[in-house]
């Protein structure tokens, strides 16, 4: 069974990808046989409709475009604002975005690219605009609790479906699941927040006030280990924490294909210990680092 990573940073970390990209393509036997690339999620810097993690991608959509048409990745835009209000719904800067990105059924084997959602306002005006984009119902939505969480996944109009990282190990409910339903989780893995948190929400309202220009003051993290930052180290101690034995072993045999790396807000060079962990093969990781580190284009840090 193929399993699909949908990876961060599709305008954050267009440099990083650029280099990547060509070398997964050249030296598939760098990385695992059953992994492929999903799609790659972000947002530009400038984009109202934007949520979950305050976006700073600077590339040039257009390049960023053709990257993904040049290796047939799915690109997924991050409109993930929770707060959105009808006058929102004409802005200029993220209907140019959706007109750039929606899938050109004249293109042969073209990508199907996604749109990744919280407010159903903003899904409705994009599924009647802009028909050729597939849904994904947004992690912001913070879904703990299960009954909530399958009833999101018999919506029909989301292929997928980001759960709370909460729910990542509830196996007995998880397993109650039909095979349609498995197909379309898209399991959130390597979540670094704390797993009690209960502003999680909140946050996420303060992340989408922003992007519209609104003044707020900064949401204080509740957390104890906040001021530490975001550590890979830290995230595999989560108790949600959805490592690669735990794919291979656990979900794959369950049924379950699609998995979410977090990251938007990260270092290029933490995102490349990402895709080193998840979808490389351990004797090749000095080889994929020897070739992003000494690319004199990539400024990882």
Same mark, same amino acid.
């Given at each position: &069974? ?19 990209? /060509? ?7 760098? !990385? ?5 690339? #999903? ?11 934007? %949520? #979950?993690?305050? %976006? !700073? #991608? ?7 475009? *053709?990257? &993904?048409?040049?290796? %047939? ?58 028909? %050729? ?12 609790? !299960? ?76 957390? *104890? ?10 995230? &595999? ?15 794959? /045999?369950?049924? !379950? ?9 990260? #270092? ?10 998840? &979808? ?22």
């Amino acid at each position: &069974m193929k399993i699909y990573y949908h990876l961060p940073g599709l305008f954050e970390f267009y440099d990083l990808y650029k280099v990547f990209l /060509p070398l997964f393509r050249k030296h598939r036997e760098f !990385f695992y046989d059953w992994c492929e690339i #999903g799609s790659i999620y972000g947002a530009p810097s400038d984009c109202i409709w934007g %949520g #979950g993690r305050v %976006g !700073f #991608g600077d590339a040039d959509p257009e390049a960023v475009a *053709a990257l &993904m048409r040049e290796y %047939g990745i799915s690109a997924r835009l991050t409109f993930s604002n929770s707060l959105l209000r009808e006058e929102h719904l004409a802005n200029a800067r993220c209907n140019e975005l959706c007109k750039l990105f929606r899938t050109d059924a004249a293109v042969p084997d073209a990508p199907q690219n996604g749109i990744i959602v919280h407010s159903d306002l903003l899904l409705n005006y994009l599924k009647a605009k802009y028909p %050729g984009f597939y849904f994904v119902s947004s992690t912001t939505k913070v879904l703990t609790d !299960f009954e909530q969480f399958k009833a999101e996944l018999n919506r029909e109009e989301f292929r997928y479906v980001v759960p709370d990282f909460r729910l990542n190990k509830q196996f007995e409910k998880l397993d109650t699941l039909t095979d349609a339903q498995k197909q379309k989780v898209e399991f959130l893995c390597n979540e670094c927040c704390w797993f009690g948190c209960y502003d999680r929400k909140i946050c996420y309202e303060n992340v989408s006030q922003k992007s519209l220009g609104e003044a707020c003051a900064d949401h204080i993290c509740i957390s *104890a280990d906040a001021p530490r930052g975001y550590r890979f180290s830290d995230a &595999m101690k989560n108790p949600g924490f959805i490592g690669i034995d735990d794919i291979q072993n656990t979900y794959a /045999p369950a049924g !379950f294909r699609h998995f979410k790396i977090e990251g938007r807000s990260l #270092g290029s060079a933490l995102i490349l210990e990402f895709l080193l962990y998840y &979808m490389t093969k351990p004797e090749y990781q000095l080889n994929v680092r020897e070739e992003i580190y000494l690319d004199s284009t990539l400024d990882l840090f």
